[in-house]
């Protein structure tokens, strides 16, 4: 059965985590970024999980975890060993929430993503769960390739598609357009002009 790729916005909304190892710390970090709100439940904890739920950037629960930690939260990351992640997967099923386990797919319902971001664009390349270090190095060739100017291309395309909007033109008629703005900027800074 194939995956559905799927961008979350978890800005403001609760997302649990469960562990609190490197791993978890990880997870922790690229969740801060996408702005979510986070609690961590672990009977241990990395000191970099503690000095974060010291300056309040995250609640924290020094114990183990229990099926009301579940409330409110919008995505659950299992990041604790194999056992625990069973059960905050087959609790997380029973209220229909996904969950991202850390190196254990058969504990996940979702999958993360070896994840490139630059001037506005994310890339992410999964493998199923099968293979994490292969997404990575995928990645990382991605991120090789993937134009360091790539804002000028993003801006671009979003000037282009508010004019497209209030002119009215056809979605199937936009990629064409947007293929030659992009060609115009390319050939600008090939040259050493300004781009259009």
């Known amino acids: 059965m194939q995956l559905y790729p799927l961008f979350l916005k978890l800005a403001g ?20 970024d996408a702005g979510a709100e986070i609690a961590v439940v672990a009977p241990e904890v990395e000191p970099a999980l503690a000095e974060l739920a010291a300056a309040g950037s995250i609640a924290l629960a020094r114990r183990s975890f229990d099926v009301a930690d579940l409330d409110g939260a919008w995505l659950v990351v299992a990041a604790a060993t194999a056992d625990v992640n069973r059960g ?56 090789a390739v993937l134009p360091a100017d790539i ?29 030659r703005a992009l060609n115009a ?3 600008a800074k090939k040259n050493g002009k300004v781009a259009p």
């Open 88 to 143: 905050v997967a087959a609790a997380a099923e029973a209220r229909r929430l996904f969950v991202l386990a850390v190196d254990d797919p058969s504990a996940a319902s979702a999958y993360g993503a070896g994840t490139l971001r630059r001037g506005g664009v994310t890339v992410a390349v999964s493998t199923d769960g099968r293979a994490p270090a292969l997404a990575g190095l995928l990645r990382e060739g991605l991120e």
């Open 13 to 32: 909304r609760k997302v649990l985590v469960v562990g609190g190892g490197p791993v978890a710390s990880a997870k922790v970090a690229a969740l801060r």
């Open 185 to 187: 900027i390319y050939d």
């Open 151 to 179: 804002e000028t291309w993003t801006a671009a395309a979003d000037t282009q598609r508010a004019e497209w909007r209030a002119a009215g033109v056809p979605m199937a008629e936009r990629r064409p357009l947007l293929l």
